[in-house]
């Protein structure tokens, strides 16, 4: 996948070299919890809702906006960081800390979204899926997370996120290779592949559905914030990375389950993979629940604790850790109650497409290349679209 050129060394006065393979491993581990934590159990039912037959290219075009939005993110790495760390540019200064509170407000979202997918997968599964039960799990897991961080603290759950990690891509490697199965077996008996029909909507419903997608493949900026871990070249190389592999899968993913989505007749849930799992295999719904449910929470612990980090950061120490828990809780919790997963999935893409347009703004205030500089205002105006019309599925 192609990515704009590096600035050089002398342009942003840093030295980047080359990073030994075991330290852009663990410093791969945030981004790609994040980037896979809920995007993989929703992004089939939405871009079938929205594309129907077309839901790979359309998987492919989220990815190439996703790999250049991630482009911002690693070229503020290199260039803005040092410029923040002088304190000199006022407008850098500035877009940096509205980005700051954009993306705790964005985190906010997230932890919503990652618990009310958890409840539905989870619900599921005893036949209790409606809208009240999901809104009231939702509130409950979230009140459970708020009172422990309250009391004890989050740290300890922390360690969850790498565990989530290896069963995610362990379940997902158990899809693929079923899904394959599946459709070779289909494609031998049939002779061709039977694929969604296409949803009856104009193309502006289209483009609106697709780009509140933006969260199934967020995640890849966690890297800008791991400074205290990790030096700038390795954060750089994981952030690439953690996109190449992580968006790699997503559309070998879709293009997998597109043989299986006509079984869903044309009723895409959000917890609809549940229904293409068992399809393919009656033996994969129930390590599929226990994927989605581990890495749902832990992706939400992961959030509630970035996000009242950020609040004690950018209130200036004002804002205490555990207060800013209650914060992100109560908030949390009140969304779960704003609507369907698929809603709050396109709120949660307007919220970090409002946060990377800061980030564009950062970047396109450091940078002295005019063809940069050209990139960074298409990105943005890219981003801007999602902030204004992204609608959800359904």
């Not at 871009?47 to 911002?72: E, Q, R, T």
């Not at 295999?281 to 929470?297: D, N, T, V, Y």
Request: net charge neutral; with cysteine.
């Amino acid at each position: 996948m192609p990515e704009k050129p590096q600035h050089s060394d002398s342009e942003c006065n840093i030295k980047t070299g080359n990073t030994p393979t075991n330290q852009i491993i663990p410093a791969m581990s945030t981004p790609l919890a994040s980037i896979f934590g809920s995007g993989f159990l929703v992004v089939v039912p939405i871009l079938a809702s929205a594309v129907g037959p077309y839901a790979l290219p359309a998987m492919v075009i989220v990815a190439f906006i996703a790999f250049w939005v991630g482009s911002i993110v690693r070229h503020n790495i290199l260039c803005a960081e040092p410029v923040l760390a002088e304190g000199k540019q006022s407008v850098t200064i500035i877009a940096e800390q509205l980005s700051a509170y954009a993306l705790v407000a964005a985190y906010v979202v997230s932890v919503c979204l990652y618990v009310h997918i958890l409840s539905s997968f989870v619900l599921a599964s005893f036949e209790l899926d409606s809208a009240f039960n999901k809104s009231l799990l939702t509130t409950l897991i979230i009140a459970a997370i708020t009172v422990i961080g309250l009391f004890g603290g989050l740290k300890p759950l922390e360690k969850l996120e790498r565990w989530a990690l290896y069963i995610t891509i362990i379940i997902l490697g158990l899809l693929l290779v079923m899904f394959a199965a599946y459709d070779i077996n289909q494609y031998l008996t049939l002779n061709r592949f039977s694929l969604p029909a296409m949803p009856d909507r104009s193309a502006w419903e289209i483009v609106t559905i697709v780009a509140g997608t933006l969260i199934v493949v967020q995640g890849f900026e966690t890297t800008r914030y791991l400074g205290e871990h990790f030096d700038t070249s390795t954060r750089i190389r994981a952030s690439r990375w953690s996109q190449y592999f992580s968006l790699s899968i997503y559309i070998l993913f879709v293009a997998l389950a597109q043989p299986l989505v006509s079984v869903l007749e044309g009723v895409y849930d959000d917890n609809s993979l549940i229904v293409l799992a068992a399809t393919a295999s009656l033996l994969l719904p129930i390590p599929l629940i226990i994927a989605a449910s581990m890495s749902q929470f832990s992706a939400a612990v992961a959030d509630t604790l970035a996000a009242a980090a950020n609040l004690k950061e950018t209130s200036k120490q004002r804002i205490d850790t555990r207060w800013g828990y209650a914060l992100v809780g109560v908030t949390a919790m009140l969304l779960s109650w704003s609507g369907s997963t698929f809603e709050i999935i396109a709120l949660a893409s307007r919220a970090f497409a409002f946060y990377y347009l800061l980030q564009c703004v950062v970047a396109f205030s450091v940078c002295n290349n005019i063809r940069e500089r050209c990139l960074f205002v298409v990105i943005g105006a890219i981003l801007a679209f999602v902030l204004i019309f992204a609608v959800p599925a359904g």
